[in-house]
Every structure is written in C-alpha cells, then in structure tokens.
C-alpha cells in the first residue's frame, strides 16, 4: 500500500481521534512566549469551517516542498494575489529550504508535517517531539518565524500529539474539504471537489509533494480563478484563524476563536 493510500484511508478515521481529544480535555489555550510578535491561535484542534464575515478560505498543501509542484503553485498564488498555507515535511524542506524561504518571503505560511510523514500516536514521546519540534526548528531558522500549525501525518492523533503541539505553540490544523488530489482524478475533479461546497472560512486539502501532482498544480489554477470569480480570497491559515475574531488583533494574547472539533 502506498504512503498516500494509506493515508487516506487514516483520514476517514480522524473524527473519531477528535473526539477522543475533546473528551480528554484538549481544549485549553495556553499563549507561546512569542505570542508578543503576532496574533497568533489559540491552543485547539481546526477541522470545521471557521465563522469569518469576510470571503475567505484557506488553501492548505501537504507534503512538500517539491521542486516542479510547489515553484508552480507560488507562481499561481502570486499571480492571483493569494496566499496559502504550506503544511512541510522537515525531511523535504531540509532538501529543497530554498522553496521554504520562497514560501515565507512571498507571503505564505509554512507550517509544521513532521520531519518523516510517521504516524505520530504510533510514536513514543521522544520520537513524536522530535518529529514535531525538529521540523519546528528547521521553519523558525529558514523563515524566521516558528510554525502556528502542526498537521499530523494521515489526519492521525490522540491526546499525546495534541498535548506536544501544545508544547511547542502550535495548534493542530486538519481540514474542512479533502480534495482526495492524491487519487490524481484529473484537475477538473479536483477543483470541482474544491468549489462544490464552497462557503467562507473553509480549510482546503491538498498536496505539492508525496508524488505527481500536476493535475494538483492545473486544479489550482481553475480554484484560483473561481475564487476570484465568485468574490472569495484566498488567505493563510493564520490570516483566516484571526478574521474568525474582529477583536483578536486587538489582543496580545488572542481569545479562542470558534473553531470546533467534528461531532
């Protein structure tokens, strides 16, 4: 079985591991010592549409950076005036950390995958901090800012990996719409997967490494130019996270915005 088919199959599984999570108590905020430098969200888990007045989404890509796919994605990101959040494996940044700089110089968040795409509840307390934190490490010294988000490997967690992306100031970020751009279904399905649901503050899913993903490169293109269409922005994580709350940039230390966890 393939990493992405495998991951996939996870996915479907991820409510479950939410619930799991809201009844261990998770939801608790807790500001970083670095809150001081930015807005930044609060200590949850992200997987339904947040309450944003404005017309917003955010495009999130995993797996990267990649050479071909991500180069291209930024060129269209830039040309619409958009911005999306990119969700890296410190294995990948750490073999191509001029896409990570490029990411972050253009406006994009870069945000945290594990170093090596391992299913993090699987993992005993040492390896899962190092999974996260070394691949936190390695965006705070390329970009210069550390990562807001952690996204585990296949959607896959428990109370730990929440708990130690609490540890390092990162909430956990899954998503709100699943493209399934790793099924390679062609880049009208993907974008139609994309838009057919379309409503403000929605996380978009898809990928920029892990395997071809040109048809994940022309889907963006057609969601770029529907978005502009119809009115919508396309925004960091971060940027929407923070439009959820008019009084959050008014706060060193935001409030919880209303995001919750799958029922």
């Not at 990948?92 to 990411?103: D, I, K, Q, T």
Request: hydrophobic letters at 45%; a positive charge.
């Amino acid at each position: 079985m393939s990493r992405h088919i495998e991951d996939r199959a996870i996915h479907r599984h991820g409510p479950g591991f939410l619930r799991l999570a809201a009844a261990c108590g998770l939801l608790v905020w807790a500001a970083p010592a670095w809150a001081q430098a930015a807005p930044q969200p609060s200590r949850t888990v992200l997987s339904e549409p947040l309450p944003v007045a404005k017309q917003e989404v955010a495009l999130t890509f995993d797996d990267g950076p990649s050479p071909g796919a991500t180069r291209q994605i930024l060129d269209l990101l830039r040309s619409h005036g958009a911005h999306a959040t990119f969700f890296v494996l410190g294995a990948e940044l750490e073999r191509f950390p001029g896409l990570g700089v490029a990411e972050a110089r253009e406006g994009n968040e870069v945000a945290d995958h594990g170093m090596t795409h391992k299913s993090l509840p699987s993992l005993g307390k040492a390896r899962m901090l190092y999974e996260l934190r070394a691949t936190a490490d390695l965006i705070r010294e390329l970009t210069g800012k550390p990562p807001a988000f952690a996204r585990p490997p296949y959607g896959n967690m428990d109370q730990r990996v929440v708990q130690t992306a609490r540890s390092l100031h990162m909430s956990v970020a899954l998503w709100t719409t699943d493209t399934l751009d790793w099924q390679t279904p062609g880049a009208a399905t993907i974008a139609r997967r994309a838009l057919q649901n379309l409503k403000p503050g929605q996380i978009i899913l898809m990928h920029d490494g892990g395997g071809p993903r040109q048809q994940t490169v022309q889907a963006v293109g057609t969601i770029l130019g529907a978005l502009d269409a119809r009115g919508y922005k396309a925004v960091t994580l971060a940027q929407l996270v923070q439009d959820a709350r008019p009084s959050v940039a008014r706060h060193v230390a935001p409030q919880a915005p209303s995001a919750r966890l799958l029922a």
